[in-house]
């Protein structure tokens, strides 16, 4: 008989993420998100019934008073990484769990883990979390807060280029060279120049220069 699928839904104050491997006895089991920040495997059957509705947490008064952040910002920001890796149903999917792109262990099994790194490395609501490698995953040594202004910079549509021992993003080196952004993007792209020669070459303007004056002899006949 097919599972069913509880991918993205609710159970208590557990989050059905994904499914994983059978138990030994053959029953579906799920990984699941719990409020209070923690990852945990449920069997399908424990979550229909209402067997299991937390992680444990709903037993350890004293860790509920600790934690207290669910609603915090930067607890969303962290369900957020975790949701956009893992939920399938999710439109964001596709951009990051589709292409392999996954939280490392350490985050994904503990929002504290999570909340630890992001205040020692100068978390404020005011930014937001980037990735420095957009290939690699959500990890302490690939991820950095930035301002939301640059959010978006560092995507796969940017093309990051390396001249002269420098590396940044084409929009960057047109900037500090002078150079229009279209006209070299298509020099790159469409024409397949070197960096070199599309960085250095100058606009023929004598074709262009005839093409003014073909204009212009046109219209005053």
């Not at 089991?29 to 449920?42: E, Q």
């Not at 059957?45 to 444990?56: D, I, M, P, R, Y």
């Not at 596709?94 to 020692?120: L, N, P």
Request: aromatic share 10%; proline share 2%.
């Amino acid at each position: 008989m097919k599972a069913n699928d509880y991918r993205g839904k609710r159970f208590g104050k557990l989050v059905a993420i994904e499914r994983v491997p059978n138990a030994a006895d053959g029953r579906a089991v799920w990984k699941c998100l719990c409020d209070c920040g923690n990852i945990t495997y449920v069997r399908s059957g424990n979550l229909q019934s209402g067997a299991v509705k937390s992680c444990g947490c709903l037993r350890n008064v004293a860790y509920t008073k600790t934690h207290g952040m669910s609603k915090s910002r930067l607890y969303r920001e962290w369900a957020g990484i975790i949701a956009r890796c893992t939920n399938k149903n999710l439109r964001s999917y596709k951009h990051y769990g589709a292409r392999g792109i996954k939280v490392c262990d350490d985050w994904g099994k503990s929002f504290t883990s999570f909340y630890e790194w992001a205040i020692k490395n100068g978390y404020a609501d005011n930014l937001t979390i980037e990735r420095k490698d957009f290939c690699k995953g959500y990890s302490p040594d690939n991820c950095s807060w930035i301002p939301k202004s640059e959010q978006g910079r560092n995507t796969r549509k940017n093309i990051v280029i390396t001249y002269n021992g420098k590396t940044q993003i084409l929009d960057d080196w047109c900037k500090e060279l002078g150079l229009d952004y279209k006209r070299t993007h298509n020099r790159l792209k469409k024409m397949g120049w070197s960096v070199e020669r599309a960085f250095t070459e100058p606009v023929n303007v004598s074709k262009r220069n005839m093409k003014t004056r073909a204009k212009n002899k046109k219209e005053g006949d």
